[in-house]
């Protein structure tokens, strides 16, 4: 089955410090890798996509490569601001179908100034 | 930016009162979904929709019902509120003319109280 698994939270940092969070995944077929942020009372939004393996999805200073040989898709980050404080989800949409988005169970990230 | 609205944003109400959640897109999208998410927790695809006249249930077993009658109208229907229903309801679109790996848009959701 498609399946995704990300790190738990609260995962709390300090100002400027790296971030990383894992995301693996299990698909039946070649799927498309996303990372969707929440913001506090926002709704969420799509932060950054691979579609391809090797290929490196990037947004305001996060990044992400789709391995496929690991199944992996962790989101970095090299200097984490206050701002990024918010809930981030892995998803991923099926190989052999494209509507459906399966989630991870999100990861809380807390940036401490 | 995506143009994705839903009202009320935040509802209160009594067991066993009927209530719809409205969402509304204005990109022509043909797909729509419905979330249920307990805030910050993992979504639940409830309902999704390929274009009007087509509605179809997701994995998590819901007692709402939704219509497409028109491209940038989704409601979601509770027929009789339960305190179970409590959480928040978060409407998306997306264009399936997108390349693969098309983007979901999300509302700023709906949080519901059943008392």
């Known amino acids: 089955g498609n399946s995704v698994t990300q790190m738990e939270g609260p995962v709390t940092l300090s100002e400027e410090a790296f971030l990383t969070i894992n995301c693996t995944y299990t698909?039946?077929?070649?799927?498309?890798l996303f990372w969707y942020v929440q913001y506090p009372g926002e709704g969420l939004q799509l932060l950054l996509k691979?579609?391809?393996a090797d290929d490196k999805g990037s947004n305001k200073g996060f990044e992400a490569t789709y391995r496929k040989e690991t199944t992996s898709f962790h989101l970095e980050k090299g200097s984490v601001q206050v701002s990024d404080s918010a809930v981030y989800f892995c998803?991923?949409?099926?190989?052999?179908?494209?509507?459906?988005?399966?989630w991870g169970a999100g990861t809380k990230l807390i940036i401490k100034p | 930016e995506a143009d994705i609205y839903q009202t009320p944003r935040y509802l209160v109400i009594g067991t066993g009162k009927k209530i719809t959640l409205e969402c509304s897109q204005t990109?022509?999208?043909?797909?729509m979904y419905w979330y249920q998410q307990d805030p910050g927790m993992e979504l639940h695809l409830i309902h999704y929709?390929?274009?009007?006249?087509?509605?179809e249930k997701g994995d998590l077993s819901s007692e709402s019902t939704v219509s497409r009658i028109r491209t940038e109208h989704f409601p979601l229907t509770l027929e009789s509120a339960r305190p179970s229903h409590t959480s928040q309801y978060l409407c998306?679109?997306?264009?399936?003319?997108?390349?693969?790996?098309?983007?979901?848009?999300f509302g700023p959701g709906t949080r519901l109280l059943v008392l």
């Open positions: 998306a679109s997306s264009d399936p003319r997108g390349t693969r790996g098309e983007t979901q848009y």
């Open positions: 990109m022509g999208h043909d797909k």
């Open positions: 929709s390929y274009g009007v006249n087509s509605t």
């Open positions: 698909a039946t077929g070649y799927p498309s």
């Open positions: 691979a579609t391809k």
């Open positions: 998803a991923l949409t099926p190989g052999d179908s494209n509507y459906q988005l399966i």
